[in-house]
Each structure stands twice: as structure tokens, then as C-alpha cells.
């Protein structure tokens, strides 16, 4: 689907805000120095205005390796690497707000955790422009030719403004447009919508923030939305509906506000079902308009239906295709797919489960979400039945970050034919040798072989989860409310404490 938006302005855009003169990256005024006479912002752009070579590279970039990055660790020799650009930070140094031996911290390295962690909406491309020594290439054995990205060199940025909870950058290249926004702290929730106009909301931190822009240019529908947990960065990545190079991004309008999580109800049609189980669904479904929505782990939204007089609104965990990658459809990027567990006396399942596609269901804004995630190396999961929804987010998440060490999925059902995508999470226990899962089945078949029983503390401990090494453990638990209160119970029994567990309330 290609959607032309409504024209907009041509200005060009700005380069870069000034810093202000007073307050600071962190909120604390201290950790700005005074610089030297002949080394405020003004000079700076002068001095690389003056044709002086501050890449060291003469402005001809090069593929860096990190152990080349590495070498270039001094004071009078300091490259930094940050979102995969090295510059040559040496003439910076005493130009740098913050003082040289701050900036020496990020010196020889990828900076991009420690420079987001300080002051992530500082327009760093643009103060270090003239500095740019190449990109930062992850395999010492790469000695292809430089790759010199013509479009990124044309690239324009704006809206750099440290008193809003989020602050927005953004890049283009022939072919796509990636806006980044960055939160502080908090796990941010998106929705994106085009129409007339793009609109990305971000609610975070109990605050919402809406930016509308009328872009330039025209963009194809479903967008991307990519979030990183660790650092709040969202990022929304549009594809031009024609390539070449946009003068601006358009017009923009940006609003923060106290998030008053509307629930906002809307029609979805529903795309796609699958049966799971015998009695559980996989419920797609899309919005009637170009909207897409983020689901942050530990959220959920809430399907309204007027049932035989009454209106009835049962809450639901959004499924992230991270085990069913074979269902999706590669243009369904703005779906929302439901896992829905039939109950003979469930009036909710039964009319969900009832409808069939290209009909309607009325959905509302996902709400909630974790307001931080924990960094243990060792993360356990017990799931009961369909409370093993949030846990694939959990998964997904848990693997991607390299400092994992282990994580052990313990998943309770009744029988076999119970158990939801078990070929899936064998496969990833045999792909990633720091996950595996153990089944355990109340009512199991005479074939079963695996565990069978109940959660209890025999089982904790058999499963090692009682053991000395837990101190580096995190539990997350979801099931229904008796199994919940029953896992809360036990791991207080053995000595873990509330922040060493999550609970997903079912
Ligand atoms: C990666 C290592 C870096 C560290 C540890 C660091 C640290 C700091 C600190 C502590 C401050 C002052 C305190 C504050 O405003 O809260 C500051 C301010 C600042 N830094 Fe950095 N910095 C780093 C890299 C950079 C880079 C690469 C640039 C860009 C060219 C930069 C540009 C600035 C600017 C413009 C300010 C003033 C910001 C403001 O007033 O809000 N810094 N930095």
C-alpha cells in the first residue's frame, strides 16, 4: 500500500541547537567544565569550517575494525565509535561540554551504550561531521573497500531539544527514512499511524508523546517499528515510496502530555487464525487504517464485545512471532495476534473463537508494561497453560542479549496434546544452548516420559531452583491466579526476594 501524503515544508533542515548555557545532559549542573577561552560551540564550528583535517583520515572514510579502533585510545589520538561511525574525537577534547576525561571514557571503543546513557540527544553527527573516519566493521578480517554511503552523507537532522521526555533524530538514505526517538528510561509503548500525516505516539514514563509530520514525500504502508529495551530507543523505519534523496523530512509538530491511557477502542479485522491446540487459537488481526502498534513485554490489550446484553472486555497478551515466524506473512508487520484458549463457560473465547475471517473484533490500545527489565544472567520462566504468552516475548528478548547465561523454561499443562508449540521451543532448546525447557503434565498419557505433577518446592528444588547459585536467578511467572499465588508462595520459601521475580498478573 503507498500512501502520498499531504505536501508540507521544504525547509531545509536545522543543523543543530546550540547547547544552553545553563543545566545540563543529566540534570546536574556540576558535571559541565568550563572550557577554555577560544573553545565554545561557536569556535568549534569554526574550526571545522577552517579546512583544518579533524577525520585525521583526510575526510576519505575507511572500514575500521574494532581492534584498529582499539589503537586510537590516547588523549592525543582518540577515535570513538558510536551506532557504527568512528570519529576522530582528538581535536574535541577540549571542546567537549563535559571535559576530556569524560569524553575519554568512550576512547578506543563502540561509545553508543555510554554516550546514550549520558546525554543520547545530543547531535553528535553533526558536531563531529568534519571528524567522521569511517564505519565501524565488526570482523578484523574485513578488508573490502571502504563502504562510503552517498546518501548518508546528504543526511539532515533536526529537533534536538533535552528538556522533552523524548527526542527524535533522523537519517535517510535513498531508498528509507529511519526516525529514532529516545526515551529516558522506561519501556517505551509506540503506535504509528499514516494517513494525511504520519503520527508516532510514545507513551512512556507515564507521559505521552506525539509527533506528527507531514512528510516530504510519500512512504509505503506497514512501516517498522524497532524497540530497544535496554536503551528506550524506538526506531520507525519508513521505505520511500519512490528512491532518492528528501530535502527534509516535512513539517513536524511534537507534544508531550501526561499519558491518560485511553484504551481507545477500535475495530480490527481479523486476517488469519490458526489452531494451535485443540482447543487454543491464533487470532491475526489487522487495523482498519495504517496503524501500527509496539507491544512491549507485559502488555496487553482488551477485546470489548457486547454479549447477550452486556458488555464484556477481557484482557489479552499480544503473541510476538518469535516461535511462529512461519505464520507471518512478511507485509503483516501490523498485526496483532491473539492466542485464545476456548472455555466451555468462557462467553469472551467463545466469541472470538466463533468468528472467522474478515471479521471484525473491537480492540483497544495496548496498555502496560514491565517498567524495567531485570539484567540477570539466569532468567527462569514458569508458565501454566496459555500463560505462556508474555513468556515468548520474554524469550525473544532473553536471547538477544549477549550477557544471558542461561535460561530455563518450566511449562505446566494437563496433557500432551495441551502443550502450545512444543516442536518450536525443542527446536530453539537444541539451537541455543543456553535455553531449555522442561515440560511437566498433571494428567499425562501412559506414553509420557517427561516430568509429571504440579508446581511445588520438590520440584524447584529438583529442577535446581532452589540451589545457592540463585542470586544471579530472575523468575518470571504467569498462569492463573491459583498457580501464580502458589509460585509467589514457594519462592518466598526459598529465600527469593520481591526483586528477584515478576509476576504477569493472567
Ligand atoms: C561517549 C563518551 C561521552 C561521555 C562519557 C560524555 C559525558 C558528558 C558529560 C558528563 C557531560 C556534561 C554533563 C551533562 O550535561 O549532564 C556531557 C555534555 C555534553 N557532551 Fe558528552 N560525553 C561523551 C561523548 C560525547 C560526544 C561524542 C559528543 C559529541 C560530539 C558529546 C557532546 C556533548 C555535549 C554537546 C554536551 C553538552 C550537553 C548539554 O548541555 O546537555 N559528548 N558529556
Not at 412 to 428: A, C, G, P, T, Y
Request: one cysteine or more.
Amino acid at each position: 500500500m503507498s500512501i502520498k501524503s499531504s505536501g508540507g515544508g521544504l525547509s531545509i533542515p536545522k543543523m543543530m541547537e546550540p547547547p544552553q548555557s545553563s543545566g545540563s545532559a543529566t540534570g546536574n549542573p556540576r558535571n559541565k567544565v568550563a572550557l577554555k577561552p577560544g573553545h565554545s560551540l561557536m569556535d568549534w564550528v569554526r574550526l571545522g569550517n577552517s579546512g583544518v583535517d579533524l577525520s585525521g583520515v583526510g575526510g576519505v572514510p575507511q572500514n575500521v575494525t574494532i581492534s584498529q579502533l582499539a589503537a586510537h585510545n590516547k588523549r592525543n589520538d582518540a577515535w570513538l565509535a558510536i551506532r557504527g561511525k568512528v570519529y576522530n574525537v582528538t581535536k574535541y577534547m577540549d571542546f567537549h561540554p563535559g571535559g576530556d576525561d569524560e569524553l575519554m571514557r568512550g576512547v578506543g571503543k563502540d561509545a553508543t551504550e555510554l554516550f546514550n546513557q549520558v546525554h543520547a540527544w545530543v547531535n553528535y553527527e553533526s558536531l563531529l561531521h568534519k571528524c567522521y573516519v569511517g564505519r565501524l566493521v565488526y570482523s578484523d578480517s574485513n578488508s573490502g573497500p571502504p563502504i562510503i554511503n552517498k546518501a548518508n552523507n546528504l543526511i539532515g537532522k533536526l529537533f534536538i531539544k533535552k528538556d522533552k521526555c523524548v527526542t527524535m533524530d533522523w537519517y535517510q538514505q535513498m531508498s528509507s527514512i529511519n526516525l529514532q526517538f529516545f526515551t529516558r528510561g522506561g519501556i517505551p509503548q509506540t503506535r504509528v499511524s499514516l494517513d494525511k500525516e504520519l503520527t508516532v505516539s510514545i507513551r512512556v514514563g507515564g507521559m505521552s508523546h506525539v509527533t506528527r509530520i507531514v512528510l516530504e514525500d510519500s512512504v509505503s504502508w506497514p512501516c517498522k517499528v524497532r524497540t530497544n529495551y535496554d536503551s528506550g530507543k524506538v526506531e520507525v523505519l519508513l521505505n520511500k515510496s519512490q528512491p532518492g534523496i528528501w530535502r527534509s523530512l516535512g513539517q513536524q509538530q511534537h507534544n508531550d502530555s501526561t499519558d491518560k491511557q485511553d484504551t481507545m477502542f477500535q475495530p480490527m479485522e481479523i486476517v488469519y487464525i490458526s489452531q494451535v491446540t485443540h482447543n487454543t487459537k491464533l487470532v491475526f488481526l489487522r487495523h482498519k487504517k495504517c496503524v501500527l502498534d509496539s507491544f512491549p513485554i507485559g502488555s496487553s490489550v482488551q477485546v470489548q464485545a457486547n454479549l447477550e446484553g452486556e458488555e464484556v472486555v477481557r484482557s489479552y497478551t499480544p503473541v510476538v512471532p518469535a516461535l511462529h515466524t512461519d505464520l507471518i506473512a512478511s507485509e503483516w508487520r501490523d498485526y496483532l495476534c491473539l492466542m485464545v484458549k476456548e472455555y466451555a463457560k468462557g462467553a469472551m473465547s467463545r466469541h472470538i473463537c466463533s468468528k472467522t475471517v474478515k471479521e471484525n473484533l473491537t480492540v483497544g490500545h495496548p496498555v502496560g508494561s514491565l517498567s524495567s527489565l531485570p539484567c540477570n544472567t539466569h532468567l527462569i520462566l514458569l508458565a501454566a497453560g496459555t500463560g505462556f504468552t508474555p513468556m515468548v516475548q520474554i524469550i525473544q528478548w532473553g536471547l538477544g542479549r549477549k550477557k544471558l547465561v542461561s535460561m530455563s523454561l518450566v511449562f505446566f499443562n494437563v496433557s500432551e496434546r495441551d502443550i502450545i508449540w512444543k516442536d518450536q521451543l525443542d527446536r530453539l532448546a537444541n539451537s541455543d544452548s543456553r535455553f531449555t525447557v522442561t515440560y511437566v503434565l498433571s494428567a499425562p498419557s501412559d506414553e509420557w516420559s517427561g516430568k509429571s505433577g504440579r508446581l511445588s518446592l520438590d520440584l524447584l528444588r529438583e529442577l535446581q531452583l532452589a540451589n545457592e547459585k540463585k542470586l544471579d536467578n530472575f523468575v518470571f511467572v504467569c498462569g492463573p491466579l491459583a498457580f501464580n499465588q502458589l509460585a509467589q508462595k514457594l519462592l518466598g520459601e526459598i529465600n527469593y526476594t520481591d526483586d528477584q521475580f515478576y509476576i504477569f498478573q493472567g
